[in-house]
């Protein structure tokens, strides 16, 4: 059971987003699953789940059917909320803070699947720079012995 005491079915996608803002503030991460829910609800139905790192004390009412708001401040740690979720699937935004690294290490030891975006636009160079001297440098290697 959920804080609403609405039971979700099982052919339902939990998709957990780890936030900065409300869901109602547009940023990089709101306007996204706002496009992006639209494309699966014509597959299968979608429940959101918001977890708001930084609230500053505010409390909001969702008005989005397909929302659900919960503060980190209300829980001890990322894996509390996602033991208490159980979502399908996670997004967020790696590289802005220490809260989504927390949160990716135990979506690793719960084995739940994420998907996010680099912070940055010089992150995903570096990561995809990174990757080509690394191939390189393999290649070199199995030149070398072969």
């Not at 989504?100 to 084995?111: G, I, N, P, T």
Request: with cysteine; hydrophobic share 40%; aromatic share 14%.
């Amino acid at each position: 059971m959920l804080k609403n005491d609405k039971e979700i079915g099982n052919n339902v996608l939990k998709i957990l987003v780890v936030n900065d803002v409300f869901p109602h503030i547009r940023n990089r991460t709101t306007i996204l699953i706002e496009n992006i829910v639209p494309l699966i609800k014509k597959k299968l139905e979608v429940k959101v789940f918001w977890v708001i790192t930084d609230n500053y004390g505010e409390r909001i009412k969702v008005t989005n059917p397909n929302y659900e708001v919960f503060y980190l401040s209300d829980y001890k740690n990322a894996r509390e909320i996602l033991e208490k979720i159980k979502p399908d699937l996670c997004y967020h935004l790696v590289g802005l803070n220490i809260t989504d690294y927390a949160f990716m290490v135990a979506e690793r030891y719960l084995k739940i699947p994420n998907f996010g975006l680099a912070a940055g636009g010089d992150s995903v160079e570096y990561f995809r720079e990174q990757t080509s001297r690394q191939k390189k440098f393999l290649e070199h290697v199995r030149q070398f012995f072969y």
